[in-house]
């Protein structure tokens, strides 16, 4: 969900041109300056498109796809006890294992049938890269079809975050991200989601990462895709997560957010879901010129209700929204943007929002470049003097080609040419 590392190309600044705004005398980048990233041709424009290309098979059926009593169900149509279910359910979500050998309290005879029925390998992988010290890795993995999605875990001082793809591309077509020039391939099935969770758990808690043991306590639908296309399986993967075992992992609700450019219909919905999860509104842009261009989903969901929808998601769950804002130099960073944020934020209450300003990497010569240091700090200051809480985003994994799409990207290009 945040704009990529952009390849070199000439840059075309304009002057500031942007009607009915104020101009504070900066230049203004437009998204179309340059091809989008990761662009075939100059010309090559990704369209938006919310239609979900049919599946080449189905994702074989997995315990994580199924609730409690499904399980059961299941269970029972195979001839086995249906309280075989909540065992082999504890084994997955407590022990995260979907290994027979480590079944000890199931019968050997039974074992292997419910693994191979129930527990069937989802996701395998491709390709792991370590960051931050070992504090980060990034995998790539494989599904059963051979389409590739990306999941990164992190470790901070006080959590440990997995960063996890919902949709295998994507159809949102933003300018600054590889995944949307890729297009939509298909939607994750719930238990190819939770398999991202259930190995993350696993390596935090097997000491994978820099520091010794640690606990899964974060997770966060920011990869690959827009969760919100891939609804009904989010919302299942969401209840795995949070439902104690043997139900699911017993995540805390107030550590997961799901992440939206702003489907509006859809965040309605998940406000009535009952799970008080995060909402993250990928917003880049407060004012509908600028972000028709840089989030084409705007051209349906204009700033105004999107930032409603918003608003209502946290009356509805109490729990405070977070407006992500990659700051891009020249396009998005100007001072008068900042207090129009500040100004549609306050507009429609006090302390319900949160502002996630995130830095881009340094990138000479493209559009998708960093905002100055100065810049950033009036940014940041704007915001705070309105009363807006904000915070700077840590960009973790910067080195290891950190935003959505890029590893998937660098490992098929590796792929193509060695076969060439
Ligand atoms: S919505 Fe899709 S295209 Fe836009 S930033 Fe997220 S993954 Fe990329």
Redesign the pocket.
Known sequence: ???SRAQQRPRRPQPVSITGRPSDGRVQVMPTDQPPEGATSPDAK?RLSFAVPAARGKAPRHLADLDLAGRKAACKDSGLPSFRADQLSRHYFTHFTRDSADMTDLPAAQREQLCAELLPELITPVRALRADGGRTIKHLWELHDGVRVESVLMRYKERTTLCVSS?AG?????P??????MGLTRNLSTGEIVEQVRHAARASAAGELTGGPARLSNVVF?????PMVNYKNVVGALHRLIEPAPEGFGLSARGITV???GLVPLIRRLAGEGLPVTLAV?LHAPDDELRDEL?P?NSKWKVGELLDAAHDYFLATGRRVSIEYALIKDMNDHAWRAQLLADELNRRDTGWAHVNPIPLNPTPGSIWTCSEVAVQDMFVNTLRRAGITTTVRDTRGSDIDGA??QLATEVLNQERAKTT
């Not at 600054?176 to 020039?181: D, H, I, K």
Request: proline share 7%.
């Open positions: 969900m945040s704009p990704p949709q994507c159809g949102m077509a933003c600054f991200c590889a995944t949307g020039q920011m990869g690959m895709g827009e992440s939206t450019v990928s989030i989903v959505c799409g």
